[in-house]
């Protein structure tokens, strides 16, 4: 098993560093970790559901589990993946295989990254 030493979110571009205890420092969207969730609810039982509309989610908590894996909340209401340290790295290791199918698999089924709506927060007057 690949443990993991450190986690850092970077909620301005929605990276997230993961730092494995073997010295390897790999990043990751806030998108590919959740349209990639190890959730029941994105894999299915048996064929992945696809998950679209995801560009510009973001993180709102990591919850570790135990020494094993860490618990990702989206601010989309996405809580149900459990990381394990093993997924993170495969996550890292196929991260261009699985990524060139997702988006394959958008485009099969004629949707988008983008969100379906538009929300802007404007601070001032």
Known sequence: MQQVSKLHYH???????????????VQFSAELLRVLSPSAEVRGHGTPQLVANKRDVGITQM??????AVRLVFDDGHNSGLYS???LRQLHEQRDTL?????ARLK??????????????????
């Open 63 to 68: 919850l570790p589990v135990g020494q094993y």
């Open 11 to 25: 909620r301005h571009s929605k990276l997230l560093d993961v730092w494995f205890a073997d010295d390897l420092q």
């Open 108 to 125: 099969a089924a004629n949707a988008v990254r983008d969100a379906k709506l538009e929300v802007r927060f404007h601070s001032g007057v």
């Open 99 to 103: 990524w060139q199918e997702y988006l």
């Open 85 to 87: 340290w093993s997924y």
